[in-house]
């Protein structure tokens, strides 16, 4: 391996001479990669290698102290526990961690973690562990002499660790939130039944016989815990027909860890040479790890979290592809869509302009303004129009599932399209909604002026609510930013509530229930049970998203904290009246100034909605997106090729970018 760039050479016999014994020695060794930078320590760990090859004898004492060190400490916590979720629970995990970096737990010396730990100091050394290529890893390995020898390992503390690791398998496997979902796993020839019998089957076969012979024999025990393993992947990729909870969820999590460990330790009892050193590479970096980062929060959170947030965008991405448009007839459809969604939030706009000259006590006012704006959105969404800025939450999730994610990053094969008709949805359902909710509120206010005798409100408060969409004088992006943090946690919330619809079979038991038979008829209760299998979760967003909307101002009145939000719907609507109550007194730079504040409102609420969305979507199947520079380009040229695009669905198929590079070229 060839490495360029001016690097300083570490004189590696005045270090090692340095110290007396040979722990310093390793504390030495370790404490240099730590310092240097990590993008390097792959060319610091290649030229210890070549001193260590070329100096036989330092390489011997250096790699028989390390093996007699592991060799006489206990080593079964190490290989059963560093690196496998505990099984404490979610809530009682978080305050042990808490409480650890408080009060540090006592350390014992025999123990061969708190070895680990102690020549690891660092909570980032497994930073510059992760950093090493595993080639360089095992060339050290090689070096040091660990690994070397014929025929098969076994030591009293290995056969006890991989007997615990195999009880606990099956023990996890037989879980009833896995039995219920899975029923076969009862079965007698169940993979987590046989599991611990295979495993004493081989640990017994191992005592006495050759490598070869070991090896035929261990064929049998990797085949019982792959099939325990497509098992646990089969629950994971079924959740949307089965559901989940951090319960479940740290089950399966937990299981997969334990079968890779499981695995790990049972191949490095054959495998000799580069097979059993690949292992130890495999199982340092894991334990390293998970020893350094055993009192942070952080990782306990995602780990817990993972599937979970799986699982809510998920649903929320089966609703979000009917918000993307395609062809023609779909993005008109989508207009005249938006043109209803804009008629219904001008009307409930007015409504609330009505309750403001109502005068109600302060938590009265909060709970009417939250009822007023839940009933717009759930009637915007039984209707089966549409609301702008209610796409983002939903769309973010959709584009998330076409990004296939690997050890490379994500391909963006089809993402770039896709994220072009999301904007041209967003575009044409701002257009429809602007189009419909100003006039739409307009009109009711020169009506209800012309019949009531009185304007809708006063002057004063309709100039207070156009200086509230002014873009600079007043918090019109911060109030819209908080309005696109409730945009985003109403599709999650939705997302949430279908999920826990299916994990606990909520429709299919209103569906049986006897009081309900009883009452409505089978028929009726069967129907009320798919209405809320189909619609529950995006109608509980829609009622979180409408008292998050309408009751922020007054709770922040209440609170004495300046809080509001603003909404473009909203905000154009509102504007529409204070274009009738204040006709004699606008110019027309003001009229200019307001228009822009509500284009800007909207963008502040489609940008923080996306992409609150699309992290929480990437971060749930921990996508590594390294290609966003690439991605952003490919953008960038194709909006100045075809800018049309953007606005308006082409008549044809576009050219990609590839296919009109070949063109330009040919």
């Given at each position: 391996?060839?490495?360029?760039?001016?690097?300083?050479?570490?004189?590696?016999?005045?270090?090692?001479?340095?110290?007396?014994?040979?722990?310093?020695?390793?504390?030495?060794?370790?404490?240099?990669?730590?310092?240097k930078?990590?993008?390097?320590?792959?060319?610091?760990?290649?030229?210890?290698?070549?001193?260590?090859?070329?100096?036989?004898?330092?390489?011997?004492?250096?790699?028989?102290?390390i093996?007699?060190?592991?060799?006489?400490r206990n080593?079964?916590?190490?290989?059963?526990?560093?690196?496998?979720?505990?099984?404490?629970?979610?809530g009682?995990?978080?305050?042990?961690?808490?409480?650890?970096?408080?009060?540090?737990?006592?350390?014992?010396?025999?123990?061969?973690?708190?070895?680990?730990?102690?020549?690891?100091?660092?909570?980032?050394?497994?930073?510059?562990?992760?950093?090493?290529?595993?080639?360089?890893?095992?060339?050290l390995?090689?070096s040091?002499?660990?690994?070397?020898?014929?025929?098969?390992?076994?030591?009293v503390?290995?056969?006890?660790?991989?007997?615990?690791?195999s009880?606990?398998?099956?023990?996890?496997?037989?879980q009833?939130?896995?039995?219920?979902?899975?029923?076969?796993?009862?079965?007698p020839?169940?993979?987590?039944?046989?599991?611990?019998?295979?495993?004493?089957?081989?640990?017994?076969?191992?005592?006495?016989?050759?490598l070869?012979?070991?090896?035929?024999?261990?064929?049998?025990?990797?085949?019982?815990?792959?099939?325990?393993?497509?098992?646990v992947?089969r629950?994971?990729?079924?959740?949307?027909i089965?559901?989940?909870?951090?319960?479940?969820?740290?089950?399966?999590?937990?299981?997969?860890?334990?079968?890779?460990?499981l695995?790990?330790?049972?191949?490095?009892?054959?495998?000799?040479?580069?097979?059993?050193?690949?292992?130890?590479?495999?199982?340092?970096?894991?334990?390293?790890?998970?020893?350094?980062?055993r009192?942070?929060?952080?990782?306990?959170?995602?780990?817990?979290?993972?599937?979970?947030?799986?699982q809510?965008v998920?649903?929320?991405?089966?609703?979000?592809?009917?918000?993307?448009?395609?062809?023609?007839?779909?993005?008109?459809?989508?207009?005249?869509?938006?043109?209803?969604?804009?008629?219904?939030?001008?009307i409930?706009?007015?409504?609330?302009?009505?309750?403001?000259?109502?005068?109600?006590?302060?938590?009265?006012?909060?709970?009417?303004?939250?009822?007023?704006?839940?009933?717009?959105?759930?009637?915007?969404?039984?209707?089966?129009?549409?609301?702008?800025?209610?796409?983002?939450?939903?769309?973010?999730?959709?584009?998330?599932?076409?990004?296939?994610?690997?050890?490379?990053?994500v391909?963006?094969?089809?993402?770039?399209?896709?994220?072009?008709?999301?904007?041209?949805?967003?575009?044409?359902?701002?257009?429809g909604?602007?189009?419909m909710?100003?006039?739409v509120?307009?009109?009711?206010?020169?009506?209800?002026?012309?019949?009531?005798?009185?304007?809708?409100?006063d002057?004063?408060?309709?100039?207070?609510?156009?200086?509230?969409?002014?873009?600079l004088?007043?918090?019109?992006l911060?109030?819209?930013?908080?309005?696109?943090?409730?945009?985003?946690?109403?599709?999650?919330?939705?997302?949430?509530?279908?999920?826990?619809?299916?994990?606990?079979?909520?429709?299919?038991?209103?569906?049986?229930?006897?009081?309900?038979?009883?009452?409505?008829?089978?028929?009726?209760?069967?129907?009320?049970?798919?209405?809320?299998?189909?619609?529950?979760?995006?109608?509980?967003?829609?009622?979180?998203?409408?008292?998050?909307?309408?009751?922020?101002?007054?709770?922040?009145?209440?609170?004495?904290?300046?809080?509001?939000?603003?909404?473009?719907?909203?905000s154009?609507?509102?504007?529409?009246?204070?274009?009738?109550l204040?006709?004699?007194?606008?110019?027309r730079?003001?009229?200019?100034?307001?228009?822009?504040?509500?284009?800007?409102?909207?963008?502040v609420?489609?940008?923080?909605?996306?992409?609150?969305?699309?992290?929480?979507?990437?971060?749930?199947?921990?996508?590594?997106?390294?290609?966003?520079?690439?991605?952003?380009?490919?953008?960038?040229?194709?909006?100045?090729?075809?800018?049309?695009?953007?606005?308006?669905?082409?008549?044809?198929?576009?050219?990609?970018?590839?296919?009109?590079?070949?063109?330009?070229?040919?």
């Amino acid at each position: 391996m060839a490495f360029s760039g001016v690097v300083d050479e570490v004189n590696w016999a005045e270090l090692l001479s340095r110290h007396e014994t040979d722990s310093a020695r390793v504390s030495a060794l370790i404490e240099t990669f730590r310092s240097k930078p990590r993008s390097r320590t792959n060319i610091y760990v290649e030229q210890l290698c070549e001193y260590l090859e070329a100096h036989a004898e330092q390489a011997h004492r250096l790699g028989s102290f390390i093996q007699s060190t592991v060799l006489t400490r206990n080593t079964l916590l190490l290989l059963t526990e560093s690196g496998v979720p505990g099984n404490k629970g979610f809530g009682t995990e978080l305050f042990q961690r808490i409480e650890h970096r408080l009060v540090p737990e006592l350390e014992d010396p025999e123990d061969l973690r708190t070895t680990l730990r102690t020549f690891f100091s660092s909570d980032k050394d497994y930073k510059w562990i992760n950093a090493v290529s595993d080639g360089l890893w095992m060339r050290l390995l090689a070096s040091l002499g660990i690994g070397e020898g014929s025929g098969p390992r076994m030591s009293v503390e290995w056969a006890t660790s991989l007997r615990i690791l195999s009880h606990h398998i099956s023990s996890l496997g037989l879980q009833p939130e896995i039995t219920h979902r899975l029923p076969h796993l009862d079965d007698p020839d169940s993979p987590f039944l046989m599991l611990s019998t295979e495993l004493l089957k081989y640990i017994e076969f191992i005592q006495g016989h050759s490598l070869e012979e070991c090896r035929g024999c261990l064929q049998g025990a990797v085949r019982i815990v792959e099939t325990c393993r497509n098992e646990v992947e089969r629950l994971r990729n079924e959740k949307g027909i089965y559901g989940t909870s951090l319960r479940l969820t740290s089950l399966s999590y937990r299981l997969l860890k334990l079968l890779h460990r499981l695995e790990c330790l049972l191949l490095m009892t054959v495998a000799n040479g580069d097979g059993f050193r690949k292992n130890l590479v495999k199982l340092f970096r894991e334990v390293v790890e998970a020893e350094n980062t055993r009192n942070h929060i952080r990782p306990h959170l995602k780990e817990s979290g993972d599937l979970l947030a799986f699982q809510v965008v998920e649903h929320a991405a089966k609703k979000g592809s009917k918000y993307i448009t395609s062809g023609l007839k779909d993005y008109w459809a989508f207009f005249l869509a938006s043109l209803g969604g804009g008629l219904i939030v001008g009307i409930f706009a007015c409504i609330k302009m009505i309750a403001k000259q109502w005068e109600m006590p302060l938590a009265v006012e909060a709970l009417a303004y939250g009822i007023n704006y839940s009933i717009c959105f759930v009637v915007i969404y039984l209707t089966g129009t549409a609301l702008a800025t209610k796409q983002p939450a939903m769309t973010a999730n959709t584009l998330a599932r076409t990004m296939k994610g690997d050890e490379q990053g994500v391909s963006l094969s089809g993402l770039e399209d896709l994220i072009v008709r999301v904007w041209r949805s967003q575009f044409v359902s701002f257009v429809g909604n602007l189009m419909m909710a100003l006039p739409v509120a307009l009109g009711i206010s020169i009506a209800y002026r012309h019949f009531a005798g009185a304007p809708i409100m006063d002057e004063a408060l309709s100039l207070k609510l156009l200086n509230g969409i002014h873009p600079l004088q007043s918090g019109a992006l911060i109030y819209a930013a908080i309005a696109g943090i409730f945009l985003f946690a109403s599709g999650v919330f939705a997302g949430w509530v279908d999920n826990r619809n299916i994990y606990l079979r909520f429709p299919e038991r209103i569906a049986r229930s006897p009081l309900l038979i009883r009452l409505f008829g089978e028929k009726r209760a069967q129907g009320m049970g798919r209405f809320l299998d189909q619609k529950l979760g995006i109608l509980a967003g829609n009622v979180l998203l409408g008292f998050c909307l309408g009751s922020t101002a007054t709770i922040g009145e209440i609170l004495g904290l300046p809080l509001d939000i603003r909404h473009i719907a909203f905000s154009s609507a509102e504007f529409g009246v204070s274009l009738d109550l204040l006709s004699a007194t606008l110019t027309r730079d003001v009229v200019l100034v307001s228009a822009l504040g509500v284009f800007l409102i909207g963008f502040v609420n489609f940008l923080v909605s996306f992409g609150l969305s699309i992290t929480l979507a990437l971060e749930s199947r921990r996508v590594r997106f390294s290609e966003t520079r690439r991605l952003l380009w490919n953008l960038f040229v194709r909006f100045l090729r075809r800018p049309i695009d953007w606005f308006f669905p082409p008549r044809k198929k576009p050219v990609s970018l590839e296919e009109e590079d070949v063109l330009i070229e040919s």
